[in-house]
């Protein structure tokens, strides 16, 4: 009995590693695969969740630290560690998990909120994965304990990682090809204000909850986690719809030049229609499908783009479509 007590702390480290992961990567292999009609370089969806379990986690304990010292020297240590939890973290956190967001801003694989939903999301759960490892870890000398923090931290704290992060990443997709310079400034401001706001109320939450149990005030942060989830879900779905709408748009405009065929649209714009037999032959239907919307999303970009360089880029790119899909139909 006694060897089998002494075991359980490895065995329960053991799990933590899988609890922290595991979940996880299902959960940013569903968000990437939930991006229908032109789905993120797998790599870069990677990336952004390396970013968020490694990087974002080395700055943000370094940016918290910073802020920390000279608070404790102001206002003593408790007073500081109060602080630091509340308002210096959700700060240095969601700062550091949107740095990544930032790096792949001007790559032309980001093009719209969808896209900076999905690198959001994957950078918040890849931060959340790291920091409940942490915290489970912590927790393997009692079962009981263990449980309580894998349950709590899997669904809700790692959530709410992740949503806030989506929101400036959707915000600052938002404002991708936006000629305001006002507007690509101040509304991921917004988003990141947003971010920083949910991460605060939820740790405010969980502090009160371990001071007054009874009055169970963490409740009301897991009711502003479901509705800000609930509201984010709406937004990617909504995000969603407008890409299928910016798709009919342009192959329409494409199909009255005479490239593709105008039934051919109804479905390319509809992911739950593409692998129906008989409007296109099945050894050309991914590729043909791909180009027709990178196609679509090239000249919506084009609309909107102001960069005489970025312009004359997206040109290329959409005559390169082009030629692509003459190819693919055997119009050449």
């Known amino acids: 009995m006694g060897l089998k007590m002494s075991m359980l702390p490895w065995i329960l480290l053991f799990l933590s590693v899988l609890a922290a992961t595991i979940p996880y990567i299902l959960l940013v ?50 007073m500081a560690d109060l602080f630091g939890t509340i308002l210096i973290a959700p700060i240095a956190e969601e700062i550091s998990k949107g740095i990544f967001i930032l790096i792949i801003f001007k790559s032309l694989q980001f093009d719209n ?61 938002y404002v991708k090809y936006n000629k305001s310079m006002a507007k690509k400034i101040l509304i991921p401001l917004f988003g990141l204000g947003i971010g920083m706001g949910i991460h605060s109320i939820w740790n405010i939450t969980a502090v009160w909850q371990s001071k007054d149990p009874n009055t169970y005030p963490l409740v009301w942060g897991i009711l502003l986690l479901f509705i800000a989830l609930t509201t984010i879900i709406v937004l990617f779905l909504l995000s969603l719809s407008n890409e299928r709408k910016i798709i009919i748009k342009h192959l329409t405009a494409e199909s009255e030049a005479g490239l593709i065929p105008k039934e051919h649209i109804f479905y390319i714009s509809n992911f739950l229609k593409r692998n129906r037999p008989g409007w296109i032959h099945p050894s050309i239907r991914k590729k043909y499908i791909d180009c027709a919307v990178h196609l679509a999303f090239r000249q919506d970009q084009l609309e909107n783009a102001g960069n005489p360089k970025k312009i004359e880029l997206l040109k290329r790119d959409i005559e390169k479509q082009r030629q692509e899909i003459k190819r693919l139909l055997g119009k050449e």
């Open 29 to 78: 292999l569903f968000i990437w695969w939930m991006d229908r009609y032109e789905r993120e370089p797998f790599g870069y969806v990677v990336l952004s969740t390396l970013w968020g379990a490694i990087g974002a986690i080395i700055i943000g304990i370094i940016f918290s630290l910073i802020l920390l010292i000279p608070a404790a020297m102001l206002v003593g240590k408790n």
């Open 113 to 173: 909120a969808t896209d900076g939903f999905v690198y959001g999301a994957a950078s918040g759960l890849g931060f959340a994965m790291t920091e409940n490892f942490l915290y489970f870890s912590q927790s393997v000398g009692s079962l009981q304990n263990w449980i309580i923090i894998v349950v709590l931290r899997t669904l809700f704290t790692g959530i709410m990682h992740m949503i806030t992060c989506a929101i400036f990443g959707a915000a600052v997709g």
